[in-house]
């Protein structure tokens, strides 16, 4: 898979995952600025594993809306998941604003405008995984965040 498609791919999870936890969908804190002192002072060796907490964090949130039986944006087929995993970032230097975030998704989105839906819905197959799902992936969850609603799109 194309590199870039896979740094538009972790790009968009940081988004979504920051957004999610302003939006208090779900009760975590993985983008406070604290989240890594408690990570250090309880589990010292694993400070540098809060994204992949994260990750999985939201992966088993998102599997309880949608069925552990789909793809999302936190659960993608395993072959294009070891490709991402490849990929390293630094929760707390990615995102620190709700406009950084949103300017992401804005951008990721590219203009593609959807209606505006609650809960999960489907956007495509995964074997269709490139650009344009990417792009549909954003601008439902841009749709979400500007509406205040929540939305879980997925892929069969």
């Known amino acids: 898979m194309k590199e870039e498609l896979l740094h538009k791919i972790t790009e968009l999870r940081l988004a979504v995952g920051y957004m999610i936890e302003k939006q208090e969908w779900w ?13 250090g ?19 088993f949130s998102v599997d309880a809306e949608v ?31 709700d406009e950084k975030a949103l300017h992401i998704l804005e951008q990721l989105s590219d203009g593609l405008t ?20 990417v792009q549909a992936f954003a601008s439902q969850y841009y749709s979400a965040f500007l509406n205040h609603h929540k939305v879980h799109p997925y892929l069969n």
Do not use: M
């Open 27 to 39: 009760n975590s804190t993985f983008f406070a600025p604290h989240a890594n002192d408690y990570l």
């Open 41 to 59: 002072y309880i589990f010292p060796k694993s400070t540098k594993e809060n994204a992949g907490f994260f990750l999985d964090s939201i992966k």
């Open 67 to 97: 069925g552990a039986n789909y793809y999302h944006l936190f659960r993608l087929p395993v072959e294009l998941e070891e490709q991402l995993h490849k990929i390293t970032f630094d929760i707390k230097e990615s995102i620190n604003s």
């Open 114 to 133: 959807v209606e505006v839906n609650n809960g999960p819905i489907n956007i495509g197959n995964s074997d269709q995984l490139n650009s344009d799902i």
